[in-house]
C-alpha cells in the first residue's frame, strides 16, 4: 500500500476512534446519570471507571465489524458500550488489591483507590449487570432471536470458560513457567474471548449463520492474539507516561509473557505476522472493511 | 385453618423444599464439572458456595409460583437456579474482607476463607456471569421475548437498581441512623428485588401481562419483607448453630434494623401481618396456591 493512502487510512481510524471515544462516553454518562439518593456513590464509582479513559478497542471493533452488514449504528454502539462494561467491571476488580493491587488505571486513580474496596467491589458488580440490561432491551434489536444470542454468547465470553476463566489461569501462573501454547491458551480466554465476542457481535446482529463467521472470527482472535503481543512489548519496555500506569510489572511478578518467551525481536515479528493474517481474513470485502484493517494495523503501532 | 391442615402444610413444605435442595444442587454439580485444566481452582471455589448450603428460597418461590400456571417444573427449576446463582455471588462478594468479612456462611467457610480472596472475587464473577448464561439458552423457554424479558429483568434486580444498589445503601447506612422509610427502602432493593423476580420469573415464563402481574408482585413484596423481619429477629434473638454463621453482627455494627426501630414485639407483629397480606394477594387461586401460602409462613416460623 502506498505510503499516502496508509497515512490516510491512520488519520481515518483517529477520527472514527476520536467519535467512538464521545459516543461512549456519552452513552454512559448518560446510563450513570445521578440519582438523588444515598446510591450515589456508588454511580460515581461506576462514572469514574467507565468515563473518560481506555482506548474504546471493544466498541470500535463492533461499531467496525457493523459497517461491514450495513447495521445501525446506533445499535452498534449500545452492544460495543455493553461490550466495554464487561471490559470495565473486569478491569475494576483486577485491580483490587486481592488481584493485581494496582494504583493508576488509563491515567486515573484505580476505583478502589479513589473510593476504597467495598465500593470497586460493587461498581464492578454493577457494570456486569449493566451489561446484560443494555443488551436485553429492544432498544438493542428488534429481533429478539439476536437479543437472546448476543446476551448468550456475552454471558460466554465473560464468565469461566471465558475471561473470568482466564483470570484464574492468570493467577495459578504466578511463580509458574508457562510455554507458549499454555500462554497463548490462557490469553484466548482472559482477553480473546470478550475481542473476538466485540467482532462476532456484528455477525449475530446481521443474522449471519454460524459457519459463515469463520473470517470474521479468525480476524478477531489473530488481533487479540497481536494486541496482547503489543501489551507485553509495551509493558516490556515502553513509556509509562503514554500508558497511563506504571509498566514492567510482569517481569517484576516473574510472569511468563510473548515477550519473555520469544525475545522483544520474535515477538514483534510474530505481531506483524498475525495482523498480515487478520487483514487476510477480510480480502472478501471492498473498503467497507478498510477501517477494520486499520484497527489491525493500529494493534502493533501503538504506544499505549 | 384446622391444626392439622397446617401440620399438613408444614410437612409438604418440608418434602418440596427438600426437594427442591437436591436439585438445585443437582444442576449445579452438573453446571460446574470439573474443568481438568488450570481453571479448576476456581470451579472449586463456585461447587463451595452453590452446592450444599441455603434455604433455597429463591428457586422454591419460582418453582412454586411456576405451579400456578402450569410451567414445565424443568424450566422453572432452571430459571429458580439462574436467580440461586445471582443470590450465590452476592453472598460472596458481601462477605469479602472489604464488605462484611465474614469467616462463616450456611456453616461452611466462606469462600475467600477456604479460597483466598482473588478466588472469590472471581467466583463470584463467574456465578454471575452463568446466571445469564443460563437465562439465554433456549432450553429455558423456546420463546425468546420470554428469555429477554427474564434476562432484562434479571439484570434489572440484580444491578445498581435493585440489589447492588441496595448493597451500596448498606455500606453508607453504617455509623447512620436510618428510620423505617429508608431501612425499608434499602431492603426492597437489596433483598426485595431478588426475591420479587423470583416470582415475577414465573409470571415472565406465563406470558402474563404487566398489569396482571400485581398480586404476584404484591405477594412477594410482602414477603421479601417478612423475610427480611424475621432475619433481623434471628440476628437479634437467635441460635447460631441453626443460623450457620455468627449473630448479633447488625447491634454489634450499629445498624438500624426492624427490631432496634421497632422493638422484638412490634417487629413480629409486623412480620405477621405482612404474611397475612401475602397470603391474601392469593385468594384468587385455589390449593395449586398452597405451596406459596406455607412458603409464606414459614417465613416468621423458622430459626434460621
Not at 467507565?50 to 447495521?71: D, E, H, M, N
Not at 428488534?142 to 465473560?158: G, H, I, K, T, Y
Not at 467482532?199 to 472470527?217: F, G, N, Q
Not at 510489572?249 to 518467551?261: N, Q
Request: proline share 4%; charged share 25%; hydrophobic share 45%.
Amino acid at each position: 500500500m502506498p505510503v499516502e493512502t496508509i497515512d490516510c487510512a491512520a488519520e481515518e481510524l483517529k477520527a472514527e476512534s476520536a467519535q467512538v471515544r464521545v459516543d461512549v462516553d456519552k452513552f454512559f454518562a448518560n446510563l450513570l446519570a445521578p440519582t438523588g439518593d444515598s446510591r450515589q456513590r456508588l454511580f460515581d464509582a461506576m462514572r469514574h471507571a467507565a468515563i473518560g479513559g481506555g482506548k474504546r478497542l471493544r466498541p470500535l471493533l463492533t461499531i467496525a465489524a457493523s459497517r461491514l452488514f450495513a447495521i445501525d449504528p446506533a445499535r452498534a454502539l449500545r452492544v460495543g458500550c455493553a461490550i466495554e462494561a464487561i471490559h470495565v467491571y473486569s478491569l475494576i476488580h483486577d485491580d483490587l488489591p486481592c488481584m493485581d493491587d494496582a494504583e493508576l488505571r488509563r491515567g486515573k486513580l484505580t476505583v478502589h483507590k479513589a473510593f476504597g474496596e467495598a465500593e470497586a467491589v460493587l461498581a464492578g458488580d454493577s457494570l456486569h449487570a449493566l451489561a446484560f440490561e443494555i443488551l436485553a432491551d429492544p432498544d438493542t434489536s428488534d429481533d429478539p432471536f439476536v437479543r437472546c444470542e448476543l446476551l448468550l454468547e456475552l454471558a460466554r465470553a465473560a464468565g469461566p470458560s471465558g475471561m473470568a476463566g482466564g483470570q484464574m489461569m492468570d493467577l495459578i501462573a504466578e511463580g509458574q513457567t508457562l510455554d507458549l501454547p499454555a500462554i497463548t491458551r490462557l490469553q484466548q480466554l482472559k482477553t480473546g474471548a470478550l475481542i473476538e465476542y466485540s467482532v462476532e457481535a456484528a455477525c449475530i446482529m446481521a443474522k449471519l449463520p454460524a459457519e459463515s463467521r469463520t473470517p470474521y472470527r479468525g480476524y478477531a482472535r489473530n488481533i487479540g492474539l497481536a494486541f496482547q503481543i503489543a501489551d507485553d512489548l509495551i509493558d516490556h519496555s515502553g513509556d509509562e507516561a503514554a500508558a497511563g500506569k506504571p509498566l514492567g510489572r510482569d517481569a517484576d511478578a516473574g510472569k511468563a509473557t510473548f515477550v519473555s518467551l520469544l525475545g522483544e525481536d520474535r515477538a514483534r515479528q510474530q505481531a506483524a505476522l498475525l495482523v498480515e493474517q487478520a487483514i487476510e481474513h477480510l480480502s472478501g470485502h471492498g473498503e467497507e472493511a478498510d477501517l477494520l484493517r486499520s484497527i489491525a494495523r493500529f494493534a502493533i503501532e501503538r504506544d499505549h
